[in-house]
Structure formats: structure tokens, C-alpha cells
T-cell receptor, first 115, second 109 residues
Framework: SAVISQKPSRDICQRGTSLTIQCQVD?????MFWYRQQPGQSLTLIAT?????????ESGFVIDKFPISRPNLTFSTLTVSNMSPEDSSIYLC????????????FGEGSRLTVL | LAKTTQPISMDSYEGQEVNITCSHN???????ITWYQQFPSQGPRFIIQ???TKVTNEVASLFIPADRKSSTLSLPRVSLSDTAVYYC??????????FGTGTRLQVFP
């Protein structure tokens, strides 16, 4: 299993500002995934962050809005830029398990409220 | 990636067995079926995974018919702490997992 720590756990932000969420994993992993979960909704994949290359974004998400860094195999950041109330969500970092079948481990999430 | 369909919600009482069925008609040959559990204010947690027939662990059982177009998560003797959202996913691995709407299970005393 993997232990994932996210910071901040929650924050209240003003419209137009940006916030960076950090994700630290206790083991080296090639892929890290960032998900968003809007209130009462399911999870939506934002992007895949691979160490040493640009993140791959899913449809509807762009790098200018959600820049991602992946400086090493245990750490990643997601920035939510120029926030609006529609960005109020839980942002989750996840990593795959070591097995071949594709279990995902998730952090506790970062709950952002944009006023 | 195969799309899944689950009931939006289910209610049960403590001590009962709960069966949540997921439809995945377009499942591919190399897809696994995986179930996750999510409590409020927490990230999803892996429960069980299978490819075919039946899989059982300390938490749940997963029943998969021969055609693999559906699967049933079985939770024996649920307790209040099993109140959560349960997600069924089908995919060949952990890359780009797509979460459906999930099933919100409410367990009553």
C-alpha cells in the first residue's frame, strides 16, 4: 500500500487567487493522478502527472488553469489558478499500487472553498 | 473505457446482507472489475477486484457471471460504518480510471 499526504487539507480562498496543493507519497511511483470531486458528485480525472514529462490533461482541463509539477517520484503539486466559486471542490491525489491489476490509493483530499 | 451503471442509492439495516449490482455491457477482454468505497471527507478506498467468477476477501465478495457484463458486490452483515458511496469501475489497470456515479448505501440501525 501507499501512504499519501496532501496539503492543505482544506482552505477558503478568494475569487481570482491561486492555490497550490501538495501531494507527498511514501514510496516512489511513476504515475500520479489528480482528481476533482465537486460537492455531491463523483470523481473526475484532471490529469496524469509523470515524473520528467509534461502532465497529460483530460478533456475539459487545461494546463493554464491547473498547472502541475512533478519534480521527483514521490511528490507532485496541483495549482488551481484564478479561482472562481465553480472551482470549489475536493481535489484528490492518487497513485497506483504495485500490483499489475491497477488498485489506486488516494490521499484524504484537499477541500477548497472559493468565495 | 467501459461505462458502468449502478443504482444511485440503496438502504439497508444493520446485520443484513447488501448486494450492489453494476452493469458494464461493454467490458473489454483485458478489463478488471474493481470496487471502491468512499466515506464522507475521505478519498476512495479499494475494496475488492476480480476478473471472473467469484472473489472473496475479509471485507466483501465479488460475483462475476461468465459473460462479465455485470458484477455484484456483496457486503455480509452490514453495520452502520458501512454507510458510504460504493463505486464500480472497469479498466485494464490504474491508468485514467473513470468513476461513475456510484451507489450511496445508507445503513440504518
Amino acid at each position: 500500500s501507499a501512504v499519501i499526504s496532501q496539503k492543505p487539507s482544506r482552505d477558503i480562498c478568494q475569487r481570482g487567487t491561486s492555490l497550490t496543493i501538495q501531494c507527498q507519497v511514501d514510496s516512489q511511483v511513476t504515475m500520479m493522478f489528480w482528481y476533482r470531486q465537486q460537492p455531491g458528485q463523483s470523481l473526475t480525472l484532471i490529469a496524469t502527472a509523470n515524473q520528467g514529462s509534461e502532465a497529460t490533461y483530460e478533456s475539459g482541463f487545461v494546463i493554464d488553469k491547473f498547472p502541475i509539477s512533478r519534480p521527483n517520484l514521490t511528490f507532485s503539486t496541483l495549482t488551481v489558478s484564478n479561482m472562481s466559486p465553480e472551482d470549489s471542490s475536493i481535489y484528490l491525489c492518487s497513485v497506483p499500487g504495485q500490483g499489475a491489476s491497477g488498485e489506486l490509493f488516494f490521499g484524504e483530499g484537499s477541500r477548497l472553498t472559493v468565495l | 473505457l467501459a461505462k458502468t451503471t449502478q443504482p444511485i442509492s440503496m438502504d439497508s439495516y444493520e446485520g443484513q446482507e447488501v448486494n450492489i449490482t453494476c452493469s458494464h455491457n461493454n467490458i473489454a477482454t483485458n478489463d478488471y472489475i474493481t470496487w471502491y468505497q468512499q466515506f464522507p471527507s475521505q478519498g476512495p478506498r479499494f475494496i475488492i477486484q476480480g476478473y471472473k467468477t467469484k472473489v472473496t476477501n475479509e471485507v466483501a465478495s465479488l460475483f462475476i457471471p461468465a459473460d462479465r457484463k455485470s458484477s455484484t458486490l456483496s457486503l455480509p452483515r452490514v453495520s452502520l460504518s458501512d454507510t458510504a458511496v460504493y463505486y464500480c469501475l472497469v479498466a485494464p489497470g490504474a491508468d485514467k480510471l473513470i468513476f461513475g456515479t456510484g451507489t450511496r448505501l445508507q445503513v440504518f440501525p
